[in-house]
């Protein structure tokens, strides 16, 4: 016979505004099986909880509903104080009283007698509950970081640092990401290339990190502590081993005017290639959509002139299966494309450029070598315009948001373009400038104080080409929306920061959630910025929003904190929310007719064949079984199940028809 | 209208994750909605058996909601399709049965759609109002020539 505890709890006067708690208290006293109701001002404060604590033990209570907050914000309090009376902690369940019911009704009968339904409820599901024991799995110690820019290579150093093995996975074939595409860095104006490289090789020398580039992760199966990752290694088209990174092989290609990526289409690259000198690895793959011989069928220069003899044509993509507990992401961002800025003329005028070709423009290892030429004819431009906010926070082109890095990686540019050509004239147009940050606004004051950049509010309407020149029609709203014409030589557009190409793919075979602009969605904006809803996959970088370096690195190295909490431990304890099939006595043996419906129905892999024999080894039947490492608990196979053989442990199907039977008693 | 004063009795069914979480946050928001629904709580829409919900009329109930994460946003991926596949033949059962299909309303609710649940809920009672009490059930079961054993 079940001997229920019913605590009713005022929250101070959040339920008991509107709910009249003495009378819930009572009448639950003659709700059949409950032997103990109280009502109390604050059932999860100390005293409320030893209220608990000290029925279960007098009252020898068999099961806990506890009426007050929601079972998201308290029920692993009140779990664990019956957990501390002797009471499997399994037993107590929530009454939801405050959320659903005196927060969103005003104070009435009506209000009361719902408090009073929720909690008889809770009631017969409790009389029904059984004691559960959490499950225990064990934990790879390998961690899985996509990406191989700033954010991935700072997560997978931190992660390798604290003693663990890190598999680092990146698409392009080289690690370095947008980071080494930048010229400088604000606000100190620190060479970027300077202080990334180092980091690049020490990810290639870590002892405890594997690198695969030019290698993208098709699918991600498991559990957290427990994943498989399937990467595709594309085919470099070169023995590894066995190539020394001389060159020979591309001097030797014929097919040079490529435009190279990593210069955003400014300069040429052959196509066997390494995307920039300082490239990890530093050695070549064959783009085998520009190479000729993979186009004809005929040329192959470049195996004749590796002195390695390293070039290997037939070479095929590799699919690796790893076993990892963690995953970090870290794919990175992009910038929005051609056909985003008619207005503008970007991909019409040659002049019209991106803050990320302007930044290999300035790059001492750029197209130019540094020097500030402009695209169509080489001279250096005399007049400058950079356009901020291009595409940001405009609704009309569907991004809402703000991109963050754009005022101060223009003030930046303005800077360096002012050193590179004083006599120069540099003209900004922003909406606003937003540089919060360590002394990023004095950085923006200096561009304008000490370099004389002229920042224009207002936005530009349109650019277009008048004898050479670019004219580029704005107004200024602090001279009262004064129109504003530059003849320019050249202008910059802070493109807008999207999520990158790719990422929606990946967020689906990750199964993680994103939100409509594709960038990954953190479990919770502020208190688990870090964390995704899937368990055991942590996100870190741009991928996630636009960010820059400082924050990209800081939020890696927490998701790679993260990761090294979760690899302290020996085993992880899961929930035991799981399904199960029933075993009963011979004849039957299970219920389960081994149709497997649930094998095609469960989005987790979880359920397996199991063979039931006699002790001869003779076969009697072929049942399902649910792996309780892999299931987690959604229940879909249960409602499934024709022959009703499976049930969900805490949601059993006893559980739930006595709720909704209770119901309407 | 004669059914005006009718208060209908409603359950609904909903999944923890998503719609569970978007009731909570109805109640943090204090957005007000009818006293008339009772919140039963599923790990996913996926586990809702549909036979509950005939219980559910069996019992006494005059409409039922079922609410879960938007496509794509399942907690467990793909429980929600499974709803909403298992929905659309029930659905037909339900109207062979002689079941108003409008006393059940699906939805989608997410986590941060606390002000769309209260409309859910307030569309659902005057819905079901309109239709006024559910005796179908039980009128079908008095035209049977057994007797539906009560749990």
């Known amino acids: 016979m079940s001997r229920i505890g019913v605590f009713v709890c005022h929250c101070g006067e959040n339920i008991a505004a509107t709910v009249d708690c003495e009378k819930v208290a009572k009448t639950c006293a003659k709700i059949p099986g409950v032997v103990y109701s109280v009502d109390y001002k604050y059932m999860c404060s100390d005293p409320g909880q030893n209220l608990i604590r000290e029925a279960i033990k007098e009252k020898k209570l068999t099961g806990v509903v506890v009426a007050a907050c929601s079972p998201r914000m308290h029920e692993p309090t009140f779990r664990r104080a019956c957990a501390e009376a002797g009471l499997n902690p399994y037993l107590c369940e929530m009454a939801n009283i405050r959320e659903q019911c005196s927060w969103v009704h005003p104070k009435s009968k009506a209000t009361t007698q719902k408090a009073i339904d929720i909690i008889s409820t809770l009631v017969a599901k409790v009389k029904r509950n059984r004691a559960?024991?959490?499950?225990?799995?064990?934990?790879?110690?390998?961690?899985?970081?996509?990406?191989?820019?700033?954010?991935?290579?700072?997560?997978?150093?931190?992660?390798?640092?604290?003693?663990?093995?890190?598999?680092?996975?990146?698409?392009?074939?080289?690690?370095?990401?947008?980071?080494?595409?930048?010229?400088?860095?604000?606000?100190?104006?620190?060479?970027?290339?300077?202080?990334?490289?180092?980091?690049?090789?020490?990810?290639?020398?870590?002892?405890?990190?594997?690198?695969?580039?030019?290698?993208?992760?098709?699918?991600?199966?498991?559990?957290?502590?427990?994943?498989?990752?399937?990467?595709?290694?594309?085919?470099?088209?070169?023995?590894?081993?066995?190539?020394?990174?001389?060159?020979?092989?591309?001097?030797?290609?014929?097919?040079?005017?490529?435009?190279?990526?990593?210069?955003?289409?400014?300069?040429?690259?052959?196509?066997?290639?390494?995307?920039?000198?300082?490239?990890?690895?530093?050695?070549?793959?064959?783009?085998?959509?520009?190479?000729?011989?993979?186009?004809?069928?005929?040329?192959?220069?470049?195996?004749?002139?590796?002195?390695?003899?390293?070039?290997?044509?037939?070479?095929?993509?590799?699919?690796?299966?790893?076993?990892?507990?963690?995953?970090?992401?870290?794919?990175?961002?992009?910038?929005?494309g051609t056909s985003f800025f008619p207005e503008y003329g970007y991909g019409k005028y040659k002049d019209v450029i991106t803050g990320l070709q302007f930044e290999r423009l300035l790059s001492a290892s750029g197209p130019t070598l540094g020097e500030l030429k402009r695209p169509s004819d080489g001279s250096t431009p005399k007049k400058i315009a950079f356009i901020a906010c291009a595409g940001s926070r405009d609704p009309a082109k569907g991004i809402e948001y703000c991109s963050k890095i754009c005022c101060m990686y223009t003030a930046k540019h303005a800077m360096l373009y002012k050193h590179k050509v004083p006599d120069g004239d540099a003209y900004v147009f922003y909406m606003d400038i937003r540089a919060g940050g360590k002394g990023y606004d004095e950085f923006v004051r200096r561009a304008i104080e000490e370099d004389h950049v002229n920042y224009i509010r207002g936005r530009v309407s349109r650019i277009y080409e008048r004898n050479g020149k670019l004219i580029v029609c704005g107004a200024d709203t602090l001279l009262g929306a004064e129109p504003v014409e530059i003849e320019a030589d050249m202008v910059v557009l802070a493109t807008a920061g999207i999520a990158n190409q790719g990422a929606e793919e990946l967020a689906q075979s990750l199964h993680i959630s994103y939100d409509h602009h594709q960038f990954f969605a953190e479990a919770h904006p502020k208190l688990r910025p870090v964390e995704t809803n899937t368990a055991g996959i942590f996100l870190a970088g741009a991928c996630q929003s636009p960010k820059d370096i400082p924050d990209s690195v800081s939020q890696a190295s927490a998701a790679a904190s993260k990761v090294s909490t979760l690899f302290s431990q020996k085993e992880l304890t899961r929930e035991p929310v799981v399904a199960v099939i029933n075993r009963t006595a011979p004849p039957v043996y299970s219920t389960c007719v081994g149709c497997f419906m649930c094998q095609s129905a469960c989005p987790f892999n979880a359920i397996e064949r199991e063979e039931i024999r006699t002790r001869d080894g003779k076969l009697i039947k072929t049942v399902a079984r649910v792996n309780p490492g892999l299931c987690q608990g959604c229940g879909t196979c249960v409602a499934l199940c024709r022959s009703k053989s499976i049930d969900l442990q805490g949601f059993s199907n006893e559980q739930v028809y006595a709720e909704v039977t209770e119901l309407f008693a | 209208?004669?059914?005006?004063?009718?208060?209908?009795?409603?359950?609904?069914?909903?999944?923890?994750?998503?719609?569970?979480?978007?009731?909570?946050?109805?109640?943090?928001?204090?957005?007000?909605?009818?006293?008339?629904?009772?919140?039963?709580?599923?790990?996913?829409?996926?586990?809702?058996?549909?036979?509950?919900?005939?219980?559910?009329?069996?019992?006494?109930?005059?409409?039922?909601?079922?609410?879960?994460?938007?496509?794509?946003?399942?907690?467990?991926?793909?429980?929600?399709?499974?709803?909403?596949?298992?929905?659309?033949?029930?659905?037909?059962?339900?109207?062979?049965?002689?079941?108003?299909?409008?006393?059940?309303?699906?939805?989608?609710?997410?986590?941060?759609?606390?002000?769309?649940?209260?409309?859910?809920?307030?569309?659902?009672?005057?819905?079901?109002?309109?239709?006024?009490?559910?005796?179908?059930?039980?009128?079908?079961?008095?035209?049977?020539?057994?007797?539906?054993r009560s749990v």
Not at chain 1, 154 to 179: T, Y
Not at chain 1, 208 to 219: G, P, Q, W
Request: net charge positive; glycine share 8%; hydrophobic share 40%.
């Open chain 1, 132 to 336: 559960l024991f959490p499950i225990q799995v064990p934990v790879t110690k390998t961690a899985l970081v996509i990406g191989g820019g700033i954010a991935g290579i700072q997560a997978a150093l931190d992660i390798a640092n604290s003693g663990h093995k890190v598999v680092l996975v990146e698409r392009e074939p080289s690690i370095g990401g947008h980071m080494a595409q930048l010229s400088e860095t604000f606000p100190t104006l620190d060479c970027s290339q300077c202080i990334l490289t180092p980091r690049m090789v020490e990810v290639a020398q870590h002892p405890n990190i594997t690198l695969y580039s030019y290698s993208e992760v098709e699918s991600l199966s498991g559990f957290i502590g427990n994943f498989t990752a399937r990467i595709r290694k594309k085919a470099k088209s070169i023995d590894e081993k066995l190539c020394t990174g001389c060159g020979e092989c591309m001097n030797a290609c014929p097919i040079k005017k490529n435009p190279s990526e990593f210069n955003m289409g400014l300069g040429t690259r052959p196509a066997i290639y390494i995307p920039f000198p300082q490239a990890i690895p530093n050695k070549p793959v064959i783009d085998r959509e520009r190479c000729t011989y993979f186009r004809t069928g005929k040329c192959r220069f470049c195996e004749t002139k590796c002195p390695a003899q390293a070039i290997r044509f037939d070479q095929k993509d590799e699919l690796i299966d790893i076993q990892v507990g963690a995953v970090v992401v870290a794919t990175g961002f992009n910038v929005v």
């Open chain 2, 1 to 148: 209208m004669e059914n005006e004063s009718f208060e209908p009795k409603i359950v609904a069914f909903v999944c923890n994750w998503c719609t569970y979480a978007g009731a909570d946050l109805t109640g943090t928001s204090r957005i007000k909605y009818a006293t008339n629904v009772r919140i039963i709580r599923f790990p996913c829409t996926g586990r809702i058996d549909y036979n509950l919900i005939l219980k559910a009329f069996e019992r006494g109930a005059d409409g039922v909601i079922v609410s879960g994460c938007h496509p794509n946003d399942c907690h467990y991926t793909s429980g929600n399709f499974h709803a909403r596949r298992r929905w659309i033949v029930f659905r037909g059962l339900l109207e062979y049965m002689g079941i108003d299909p409008r006393r059940i309303i699906f939805s989608w609710v997410s986590a941060a759609e606390g002000a769309k649940w209260a409309d859910v809920v307030n569309r659902a009672v005057t819905e079901v109002r309109q239709l006024g009490p559910a005796k179908e059930f039980n009128e079908m079961r008095k035209s049977q020539a057994f007797e539906f």
